[in-house]
């Protein structure tokens, strides 16, 4: 199939793209890499009147350390995140997420703020966005709005972004040195959409976990920071506390049935992952010995 018939225009600058949106609303889309908006529209699931190009936008692009912020624009592209020494040294969590974004061909031209904006429930960024603790920085013609990324998700392929509004860029806190991070998914294949993933980032202190953030995804709606991450921080680590953690997380998850997998096979898989997280944050094997309890 093709897409409908559709104006295009080639945003010359932010205020220009801004411009465009303010003036045909809900009837326009934003245009940066591609991977999602053209096989949408060829699909027809969706049918924009005009399609807003921001892909010359190079002051969107790019990826900037100022004080302990890490500051990545929109149009800053997936096999960018992969290459950057900054995203290793500051955000480690994102360089091993973004090999399981799709292939390299998608990767070469989808784009950070484009899969933030597209907001699917099993995208690897917008989990990664909610462990590390990001901040998203979105841009209307009456100016900027900065939004928690815990805030920024509503729901399938829905944000807290207006249709007049661009995303402009996300800002991270560098990790701190006593950090470390956990990301798996499963996956019917190595660059399929994940049937249950987890990005995590803590801090390790002592023998235990000092903080810890758990973002599940694919498990219903939208990304998920778990709640049952607090059982894990601040106490002695044993079989006991994981498993109490486990049966926590598992009353608190909602999954969806596809035909991917059931529900409560994602609640089995997302118990078998904290399990293997804790083990990996503190290098405890003995803790995943006994499974997902
Ligand atoms: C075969 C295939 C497999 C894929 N597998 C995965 C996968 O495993 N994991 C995964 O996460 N993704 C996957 N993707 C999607 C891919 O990662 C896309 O690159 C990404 O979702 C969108 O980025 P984009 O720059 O191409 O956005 P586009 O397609 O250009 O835009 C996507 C949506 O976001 C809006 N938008 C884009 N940029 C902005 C902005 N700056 N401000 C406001 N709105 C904006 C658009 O209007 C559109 O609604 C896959 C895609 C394909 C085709």
């Known amino acids: 199939m093709k897409a409908s018939a559709f104006s295009y225009a080639r945003a010359t600058s932010v205020s220009n793209a801004l411009e465009l949106l303010q003036a045909h609303g809900d009837r326009a889309k934003v ?38 912020i890490l500051r990545i624009g929109a149009l800053t592209r997936h096999v960018d995140l992969a290459r950057s020494d900054e995203i290793v040294a500051h955000a480690p969590l994102l360089s091993e997420a973004i090999g399981h974004v799709a292939h390299p061909a998608i990767r070469n031209r989808g784009t950070l703020g484009g899969s933030l904006a597209h907001a699917d429930p099993a995208s690897e960024l917008p989990a990664c966005m909610l462990a590390l603790n990001a901040t998203i920085v979105v841009r209307g013609q009456t100016g900027e709005r900065r939004i928690a990324a815990q805030d920024f998700f509503t729901g399938i392929y829905e944000t807290a972004l207006s249709p007049e509004e661009l995303l402009v860029a996300v800002e991270l806190p560098a990790v701190p040195k006593n950090s470390a991070h956990f990301f798996h998914e499963f996956a019917r294949r190595h660059g ?102």
Request: glycine share 10%; charged share 20%; proline share 4%.
């Open 31 to 68: 245009l940066s890499g591609g991977q999602s908006l053209m096989p949408a529209m060829n699909l027809r699931l969706i049918s924009p009147e005009l399609i807003v190009d921001i892909g010359e936008l190079t002051e969107l692009r790019g990826i900037a350390v100022s004080g302990n």
């Open 192 to 293: 399929d959409y994940a049937i249950l993933g987890l990005a995590a980032q803590a801090i390790v202190g002592g023998d235990g976990l000092a903080d810890l953030r758990l973002a599940f995804f694919a498990v219903g709606d939208r990304a998920v920071l778990a709640k049952a991450a607090s059982r894990l921080v601040g106490v002695a680590m044993t079989p006991a506390v994981v498993a109490g953690a486990c049966t926590a997380l598992s009353e608190e998850l909602d999954p969806h049935d596809d035909q991917q997998a059931s529900a409560s096979m994602r609640r089995h898989l997302a118990k078998v992952l904290l399990v293997r997280c804790v083990a990996t944050l503190l290098g405890r094997p003995d803790l995943a010995a006994g499974g997902s309890a």
